[in-house]
């Protein structure tokens, strides 16, 4: 968007809930020197896809590896310099299981520890072929349907909940589509839409309002002062950083986009996540109005586009937005 449509905080509203994105002018939060992050060097991005037939029957891999060999899994794999994020799904899709497919959604983003994150997509077959034992080499021995219900010797069992997260998705989709956006970021960071809602359903949006009023971005994991990628830490920092009052409780629903570039190795390999939180009163106090603001940095808009409205209290009364998980 160009600045001067970004000027209005409810048009950037309409837009991330629409799953789009938006520059990253600024680092409201960061902790110390921030440092750009780089693919496989000082931050390891994983991809992963869950792929459904009619039957809920899912794609598997058996795995090459040494250390797995013989295992089976989710065709999975990191990124590599240069590589969009959806281009490294439908690249690691097709190196080990023959097939080609395309995103459906983003079906969950994950966190284990400093700068690993992943990248979990339900997606769709477009051509290939299934890979045969007479197709084996490094990236795997071969790929095929699995019923979900037959043995079969896993390499782990993370993979179970994904799947059966994809299978509920199929079922009945529990967020409206999510594909990542392609815009440059230089490091990990989340965008912060945090959301207050009163008795009387009235709703603010808390914003920073230097330059011109826009929701707050918070780094994580960009500094030699902070390693972790934790959602949770980054959002608590920026929370206990713009308000004044300790007695309200914070929510983090989950991701409503996210962006990335990786066009410019070391300079975009970051990613911006752009996150819907709720910040509401401790059950021993009630507020009709929001926390005050530690500054004038920072402020609160009140929220009177009722459409925006409806679709924002839909988002949170269903959590229907891609989980964060850790």
Partial sequence: METRDMESVENQLEVLLKG???EVQELDSPLGEVVPVTVRKTVCYIVAAVILNEQK????????KQECY????????????????????????????????????????EERGPRWIRFVFMAQITGGNLKNPSDSNAESLQARWWDRVSPLPLRARDILNLISLA??????????VTIPVEMSCSVVCHRVVAAF????????????NQGYPHFPVTACGSSSADLSCSIEVAIYRLTKES???????VKTHGILGLQHSGSDPGKTDGVCFNVLV????????????????????????????????IQLLERLSFSSVVPFLN
């Fill in 20 to 22: 789009g994105g938006m």
């Fill in 57 to 64: 029957e899912v794609v598997m891999m058996q795995e090459a």
């Fill in 70 to 109: 013989g295992k089976w899994y989710l065709p999975a794999g990191r990124m590599e310099k240069n590589e969009t994020i959806v281009e490294a799904m439908k690249r690691e899709v097709q190196e080990e299981t023959g097939l080609e497919c395309e995103p459906y959604t983003l079906l969950s983003v």
């Fill in 167 to 176: 299978v509920k998705h199929k079922e009945k989709p529990s967020h409206p």
């Fill in 197 to 208: 809602l009163n008795k009387s359903n009235e709703l603010w949006l808390l914003t920073n």
């Fill in 243 to 249: 308000l004044r009052d300790s007695q309200f409780k």
């Fill in 278 to 309: 709720t910040i509401a009163p401790t059950e021993m106090t009630y507020n009709q109005f929001p926390p005050d603001v530690n500054s004038v940095k920072y402020g609160w808009h009140k929220v009177d586009n009722d459409d925006l409205k």
